[in-house]
């Protein structure tokens, strides 16, 4: 079975920090910015009880990294000028390398502010700059290059996450794996461009007959899958046979009418739809070709 049945298959990622940069990736806005809000209060109460022979400098610098990366470049901005407020009041004017002292000329005074703030200004927008190519790298290595469907990681992620959001009630969980028949003789007889077609007409129809919430992959060289909630078996049987009559109609009209086999199964467990679906598209294509099998 292409499709991996554990975490095992798609481990993740080593380091403490790259597990930190992912969670905190796919931390909403809304949870974030109270955490930020308490991570300040604590670096600022921190930075007031250690006095100013202490410097905590790096704390500053990082928690507007922090700041930047999960709320934005607005807010960390924000944060930069009242974070710069509170040191003066808290440390005075003197540089935060040394200890300060009780009297400074007031050009140096401003000199070292103007510093603090453009420091945290490069800071903030350095953070912004690496979040940007960060999301845009991440979202490379979870899609498909051809068809633009998640690959399987992503699909992996998604699936899970509608198996947590929707188990609730009496609805299940419709998994389902479409491969394309004869795959291997498209591209022999009529060249690796039609190979591409075809693939592409079965993502964008897939596409189009699911919802956006719904997730949907290219899991390997022909085989697609998908992931719904619907309400009960004879929603998720009547489900099935629309999205292969769909693609299927979309294959007849190229003009070397390829076919594709279906199998699907509703089931409470994630795991469990897939073991199912993946017996009923080798019954379907044991079958005949162009055939579907919807196991319960």
Known sequence: MPFGSS???????????E??????????????????????GVVLVAD????RM?????????????TTWCVGRGPALL??????TATVLINGFG???????????????????????CTSILMIFLAG?????????????????????GNRRSFLIESRKLSLMGGRGDRVMLCGLIELDNFKMINVRHGHSAGDETLLVVAETLSGVLRPCDATARLGRSEFAFCLMVRNNAAAEKKSREIH?????????????????LGASAQHNLHAAFCVADSALYSAKDLAAGSWRYNR
């Open 54 to 66: 202490v410097s905590l400098t790096g704390l500053y610098l990082l928690m507007l990294c922090f």
């Open 48 to 51: 007031a009880g250690t006095g």
């Open 129 to 149: 700059a690496f979040r940007r190519v960060f999301n845009r790298e991440r979202q490379h290595a979870r899609v498909d290059p051809l068809t633009g469907l």
């Open 245 to 261: 009559e769909v693609v299927t109609a979309a294959l007849t009209r190229l003009p070397w009418t390829p076919t594709c086999s």
């Open 19 to 40: 597990r930190v940069l992912d969670w905190s990736v796919e931390l909403p806005r809304r949870q974030a910015l109270p955490l930020v809000a308490a991570l300040w």
């Open 95 to 117: 540089d935060s390398f040394s200890a300060q002292a009780s009297t400074i000329p007031t050009a140096i005074a401003f000199w070292n502010v103007g510093m603090r703030i």
């Open 7 to 17: 975490t095992t298959d798609f481990p993740l990622v080593g380091t403490p920090l």
């Open 79 to 84: 944060a930069a000028c009242l974070a710069t």
